[in-house]
């Protein structure tokens, strides 16, 4: 098992100065980091590289920084559709310089793009060639291309794990992976331990936090299915602990959370990785 955090965890934009994250990653136990990347999110490749190596830690990205809403593979123009792989091509483009091992997401769709109608019958068909076309990419660049399902306030393309099974079966890429955020199911699923098992050895990594975004075990989430549920399948892949920090000023608020479940960080991290080292451990 590997675990690492969102960089939202510590801060709302990566740049130079936000190094000392991987520093206290490493301080808290943690395997890697996953940066939040986008055309606003301006830092050194080389430098965060080299630092993240220095200290044995394993970096992955995600769309989190500035996202033209034209560039989506979901898109029904096929332009968009061409700037959404251009785009996303870019972002695996920097994971690469930066040592990066995946990029993960909702990269399918945009995020926050929700279209309220049934979908037409070619929509998955053109997600799944762009998908296709972006995971050979990545592995021309020895990065992982990986899908994350979201609620339905977030997406209207994959909200489930069987949807993203359905997508990346599609998109029939050995390059392809799923990563399930526990957060975001809570609205979809009643079943996280079917879900899990749905997905199977497609699991690349699991981003851990409450219902409402706080700290893992502090909700009502059924850790104990979940748990129960990585371990039949031999989940070995990743563990990352993902919210917004709530004692930054008003990032949390920007980013639609509007209570104070991450005042603290290093509790966050720290408290989180005890209950999910303990939970699989039984």
Request: net charge negative; aromatic share 10%; with cysteine.
């Amino acid at each position: 098992m590997k675990y690492g955090t969102h960089s939202y965890v510590f801060i709302d934009q990566w740049s130079d100065d936000a190094l000392w994250i991987l520093d206290r990653a490493r301080e808290l136990g943690l395997d890697g980091v996953e940066v939040g990347v986008g055309d606003d999110v301006i830092f050194s490749t080389a430098r965060v590289r080299d630092h993240a190596a220095a200290l044995g830690l394993e970096l992955s990205v995600s769309p989190g920084g500035l996202w033209p809403l034209e560039c989506d593979l979901s898109s029904d123009d096929a332009s968009e559709r061409a700037l959404g792989l251009a785009w996303h091509k870019k972002r695996v483009d920097e994971a690469a310089a930066m040592g990066a091992t995946a990029y993960a997401g909702s990269t399918y769709g945009h995020t926050g793009v929700v279209k309220r109608r049934r979908p037409p019958d070619d929509e998955y068909m053109n997600i799944a060639a762009g998908l296709h076309a972006l995971a050979d990419y990545g592995a021309s660049q020895g990065v992982t291309i990986v899908i994350e399902p979201m609620s339905h306030f977030r997406s209207h393309v994959v909200n489930t794990p069987q949807q993203a099974v359905r997508l990346v079966d599609m998109a029939d890429h050995a390059n392809l992976g799923i990563l399930l955020d526990t957060y975001h199911l809570v609205t979809e699923i009643t079943d996280y331990a079917a879900g899990i098992r749905a997905v199977g050895d497609r699991l690349w990594g699991i981003h851990a936090c409450e219902n409402n975004r706080g700290r893992p075990g502090t909700g009502f989430l059924p850790w104990a299915d979940i748990f129960a549920a990585m371990r039949e399948i031999g989940f070995e892949g990743w563990v990352t602990f993902e919210t917004y920090n709530s004692g930054l000023g008003d990032f949390a608020f920007e980013r639609g959370m509007f209570h104070d479940v991450c005042p603290d960080p290093e509790a966050y991290v720290r408290e989180g990785l005890a209950f999910i080292k303990t939970g699989l451990a039984g």
